[in-house]
């Protein structure tokens, strides 16, 4: 019996000198040709040294190769880690911390072997939060967790990685991962600076256009020219305004359409040179619009509005305007806009759409949101548009 | 609406030429175009303006709230801030100046008149 168990080990041995010639592994086959040694027993002999974990196997193909296991002791592998790890018992007593988490505290290693974490004055680990996930993870109540924390002062930013850990006896621990994330938190702040000073300038840059166009208008005389610029500017007032919605909205991404165009159809109607006060607007549009479709909607609206302000209710007689916004999928919407007034004249053609503000409605909704506008004529005015914003 | 006398502080030169245009277009006299603090500070005392229409990011040391905060401390005069934007803490500081109105870029006609209006009669108010 003892001369087999010696010889076990002698053809182990063998096995594991060989295999560590060889980098690359080698199949059952090519150990038993270069041991001599007959295939079953190499094969029990490869088990053997698998199950104690000395040898790895790997399927390459329908070949199995075998290698020495490569261990790098779990120390060595905390000391690459560029996170300061510690990793405490079941009495929150620090067992292991790596190089980072020794010079992250500012103590020495034997100050920190044996530390019980709830009465030390460690930086970060003993946050109550922190301190609470440590006691409830050794109760075994819950699982890995991930706790931001912030100093005070706003300077330094760590991510904490809490995982539940059992040590070799089967006693359980917790093991603390700082990830340092103070300068892609500060990054973070900085793109949001950067984003509210580009809010801040394109604003800035309509407003500068909005000035010479008005300014520009001043000298002219001509009704038609000056209307024309009026025209420009009042579009340009719809675009500014889709602009000062997304700022103000909570995420600056998303407007909401009924808000946008109550203020879009007080500005127009006040801008106006007929009087408009006998002129009601329903808006029936309770939706959000994300970035890509507030400025096509933005622009319709405004053509819309613009339309029956100022020719459906001639003579300052009285009316209603009526706008309803439906979200029929997730992404195809159907607007339906309406008057009460005197309606297109006889000879409009609903093929050749000569202004440009229907012009524009039409080649918004058809060539950027894979859409299309059907006129109604009969009494006033009835134009329902459908939209999508897939592709956008 | 009587005719007030008023200080324009902005620091585009394009949007300056605008609002003063407006501002005459609507019947009031504009007693001076600054782009700067001191200039400001200096323009009020020799011209004591009925109002100042005070843009919030200037160029230089002060921004158009810490002039506001200067001038309601240290004269008690209230300004109306014309702004292309104002995030929550920027309002806060501009509030605590106690304005007398805010338009917001691009500046429509009719909402400078009536934030106009509005801050006379509260002037005229506070006179009688």
Redesign the interface.
Known sequence: MSRQIEESKRELSRVMELLKDEPRGLSITDISKLLNMNRNSVSKYLNMLLISGKVDMRSIGVAKVYFLSHRVPISAMLDYSSDAIVVLDEKQKIVQANDNFISFTGHNRNELIGLRIPESTLPVVTNPTVLKTINDLLRGEGEAKEIEWEDESGDFFYLVKLIPTVFDEGNPGVTIILEDVTEIRKALREKEVLI?EI??RV??N???I???L??QS?GIVDRQSKEALSEAQRR??AL?LVH?NL?YSSDQQHIKADEYVKRLAE?IS??LENDCSGIDVEINADLSLGIDLSIPFGMMVNELLTNSFKHAFPDRRGGVIALTLKKVTSVDYVMTFEDNGVGFPADFDRKNITTLGLSLVKNIAERQLSGSVDIIIGNGTKIIINFSEENN | MKNLSILIVEDDAIISMDIEQRVQRLGHKVVGVVDRADKAFSTIIKEKPDLILMDINLKGEMDGISIADRLYKDMGIRVIYITAYSDPEMKERAEKTDPLGYIIKPIRENELNRVLEEAESRISENKG
Request: net charge negative; aromatic share 0%.
């Open positions: 509210d809010h801040l604003r800035n309509l407003q500068v909005s000035s010479l008005n300014m001043q340009l007032s500014a000062e700022h500005d006040s801008g």
